[in-house]
């Protein structure tokens, strides 16, 4: 048997140090990454485009009986969905509008609504004041 060389013996811990800088490298990025990705969300045109505008409490209410009342309850004390009474509390007006649009949680459906209809069912949220 022959005795493994000193190149191969020294090229052995550089390896290491090469991988666990790569793997060092890789968790960074998806770090990085995962931070733009849900600052970015603030930043979606959508959103934006509902935020400048003004919402009619009043016409979002009758969206709201015509989409949602049958899941959320016509004041919004939850049935099959949850309650949205004090909703403004647990969520911001950005992921409110993307949990609309985009029925993140199941069964809750997709809605693409214009955004000043959702600015005016975003209005009629923040009318269910929070229980007591």
């Known amino acids: 048997m022959t005795a493994p060389s000193s190149t191969a ?22 770090i990085v990454l995962l931070l733009w990705v849900m600052r970015s969300a603030g930043r979606d045109p959508y959103v934006i485009a509902t935020r400048s505008l003004s919402g009619d409490a009043e016409h979002g209410g009758l969206l709201f009986r015509i989409n949602c009342a049958g ?3 016509i004041a919004g004390q939850g049935l099959v969905g949850p309650s949205l009474k004090g909703l403004e509390s647990r969520l ?33 949220l923040k009318s269910f004041t929070a229980p007591e």
């Open 71 to 73: 899941c959320h309850g």
């Open 9 to 30: 013996a020294a090229t052995t811990p550089r390896r290491r140090g090469l991988i666990a800088g790569l793997v060092t490298l890789a968790a960074l990025t998806c």
């Open 92 to 124: 911001n007006d950005p992921q409110i509008i993307q949990q609309v649009v985009s029925g993140q949680t199941p069964p809750m459906p997709r809605f693409e609504i214009e955004p000043q209809d959702m600015a005016d069912l975003l209005a009629h």
